[in-house]
């Protein structure tokens, strides 16, 4: 098993350019979700899945979209990138279970904006 | 939400045991403390979870105090690798989305 896998490691955009980072996981999870980091601060939920077809919103979601077409597969896209959103992203997945949600999480996504 | 208080950084000796504690004065009856770490870049890394009986696998114990309003988490004897920022975070979400919020965790320093 891969476990989490995220594409790609590092990227360099410009500002307003567009990107669309992939997170894949071979688990069988349900739940999927996407985090940023920013130096010296814990992580922030951005959108998070509970399922295929699913999407949700979480602590900062302000520019940017997710996809889950796919069960095994979370996309994040920015659209107009702005150098606020250079950080570390972080995908993680979770299976299903009654009060016990175990996150997997992947190894980062490096992105600066200029 | 339950909001955590953790400190910002402990050292330890290492072999010795580190005790990482964290307060969580509102949490909810239902809502379970879970405890994670972060190893330098990497991303992070499940340690244990409890509700209010102690808890002990593998990697660490975790005490959790009979009112519930603050925890420990116990790495027995710890080892360079465990150098690592922690954290301590309350379930949070209606139903059971899995959402975690993550405050800025305690910095361990293990030290030869």
């Known amino acids: 098993n891969a476990g989490v896998t995220q594409t790609p490691k590092f990227r360099v955009l410009k500002t307003g350019q567009s990107m669309t980072l992939l997170c894949a996981q071979d688990m069988n999870h349900e739940y999927m979700y996407w985090y940023r980091q920013d130096p010296g601060m814990g992580l922030r939920l951005i959108h998070y899945?509970?399922?295929?077809?699913?999407?949700a919103k979480g602590e900062v979601p302000d520019g940017y979209n997710v996809s889950r077409l796919k069960k095994q597969n979370f996309l994040l896209g920015l659209e107009s990138a702005a150098p606020s959103q250079t950080s570390v992203y972080f995908c993680?997945?979770?299976?299903?279970?009654?009060?016990?949600?175990?996150?997997?999480f992947g190894p980062g996504t490096r992105l600066t904006v200029l | 939400d339950a909001k955590t208080t953790q400190p910002p950084s402990m050292d330890c000796a290492e072999g010795r045991a580190a005790n990482l504690p964290c307060n969580h004065s509102?949490?909810?009856?239902?809502?379970?403390v879970y405890w994670y770490r972060q190893i330098h870049s990497q991303g992070p890394q499940y340690i244990i979870h409890?509700?209010?009986n102690n808890e002990t696998n593998e990697m660490a114990s975790l005490i959790i105090t009979e009112d519930r309003k603050s925890s420990t988490l116990i790495l027995p004897h710890a080892t360079l690798r465990d150098t690592a920022v922690y954290y301590c975070?309350?379930?949070?979400?209606?139903?059971?989305?899995?959402?975690?919020?993550f405050g800025q965790g305690t910095t361990l320093q293990v030290k030869p």
């Open positions: 993680a997945s979770s299976p299903t279970g009654a009060n016990h949600n175990e996150q997997f």
């Open positions: 975070i309350v379930r949070v979400g209606p139903g059971n989305t899995g959402k975690l919020i």
């Open positions: 899945s509970v399922g295929e077809g699913t999407t």
């Open positions: 509102t949490i909810s009856g239902n809502e379970y």
């Open positions: 409890g509700l209010k």
